[in-house]
T-cell receptor, first 111, second 113 residues
Framework: GQQVMQIPQYQHVQEGEDFTTYCNSSTTLSNIQWYKQRPGGHPVFLIQLVKSGEVKKQKRLTFQFGEAKKNSSLHITATQTTDVGTYFCAGPDTGFQKLVFGTGTRLLVSP | KAGVTQTPRYLIKTRGQQVTLSCSPISGHRSVSWYQQTPGQGLQFLFEYFSETQRNKGNFPGRFSGRQFSNSRSEMNVSTLELGDSALYLC????????????FGPGTRLLVL
C-alpha cells in the first residue's frame, strides 16, 4: 500500500535555529496536507498544497510541494519554544478514500 | 462553531473487556474517521463513516467496529481488549470525505491492563 515517510524522526534544536522536515510518498499525491500535534494534544491542520512546485508561507513556516508531487517539506525559520510538537504530513490514498499520514517528525526546542 | 468532542477522555480497562468510545463531529460535517495513535505505529486509520455507512476501513481486526448515527455522531467499539490496544484513539470529522482536511478531537486515551 501507499507509504508516506518523514525524516528526521526527531530533532532537537536551540531556540533561534532553523528546522526542516521532509516528507516522501511512495506514490504521486493529488495534494499534501500538514498537521501539527503539540505534546499531549491532537493533530491540528496547518495547510494544504495542491500544485506541483507550490510554495506557501505562514509567518516563519514555509511549505513546499515537490515538482513530481511525491515529496514535500516544512521549514521553520528561527524556531521558538512554541514550535515544539510533532509535525505530520498526509496525502490522499490513491486507492481508497482516506488520508495516509506520514510517520511524523518530533521537534524539541530548547530555550 | 464547536469543535470535535470525544468522550470519555481517559479510560482504563482490563484484558478481555470491551469498550465504547464516542465522537461528536463539527456541526455540518458528515464524515467521521477514527485513528489509532501509538508511539511505535504513528497515526493508523481505523475506519470512516459517512451518512451512517462505513465507507472505508483500515487494516484492523474485526474486534474494532463502529457506527454512525443520523445526527453524524459516531461510536467506536473494541471487543476482547488486548494489551496492544492501549493507545490514543482520535476521531476526526470532515465535510465530505476522509481525504479532505481532518478536524481532530482531543482523543480518548485507553489503557489496557
Amino acid at each position: 500500500g501507499q507509504q508516506v515517510m518523514q525524516i528526521p524522526q526527531y530533532q532537537h534544536v536551540q531556540e533561534g535555529e532553523d528546522f526542516t522536515t521532509y516528507c516522501n510518498s511512495s506514490t504521486t499525491l493529488s495534494n499534501i496536507q500538514w498537521y501539527k500535534q503539540r505534546p499531549g494534544g491532537h493533530p491540528v491542520f496547518l495547510i494544504q498544497l495542491v500544485k506541483s512546485g507550490e510554495v506557501k508561507k505562514q509567518k516563519r513556516l514555509t511549505f513546499q510541494f515537490g515538482e513530481a508531487k511525491k515529496n514535500s517539506s516544512l521549514h521553520i525559520t528561527a524556531t521558538q519554544t512554541t514550535d515544539v510538537g510533532t509535525y505530520f504530513c498526509a496525502g490522499p490514498d490513491t486507492g481508497f478514500q482516506k488520508l495516509v499520514f506520514g510517520t511524523g517528525t518530533r521537534l524539541l526546542v530548547s530555550p | 462553531k464547536a469543535g470535535v468532542t470525544q468522550t470519555p477522555r481517559y479510560l482504563i480497562k482490563t484484558r478481555g473487556q470491551q469498550v465504547t468510545l464516542s465522537c461528536s463531529p463539527i456541526s455540518g460535517h458528515r464524515s467521521v474517521s477514527w485513528y489509532q495513535q501509538t508511539p511505535g505505529q504513528g497515526l493508523q486509520f481505523l475506519f470512516e463513516y459517512f451518512s451512517e455507512t462505513q465507507r472505508n476501513k483500515g487494516n484492523f481486526p474485526g474486534r474494532f467496529s463502529g457506527r454512525q448515527f443520523s445526527n453524524s455522531r459516531s461510536e467506536m467499539n473494541v471487543s476482547t481488549l488486548e494489551l496492544g490496544d492501549s493507545a490514543l484513539y482520535l476521531c476526526a470529522s470532515s465535510l465530505g470525505t476522509s481525504r479532505e482536511t481532518q478536524y481532530f478531537g482531543p482523543g480518548t486515551r485507553l489503557l489496557v491492563l
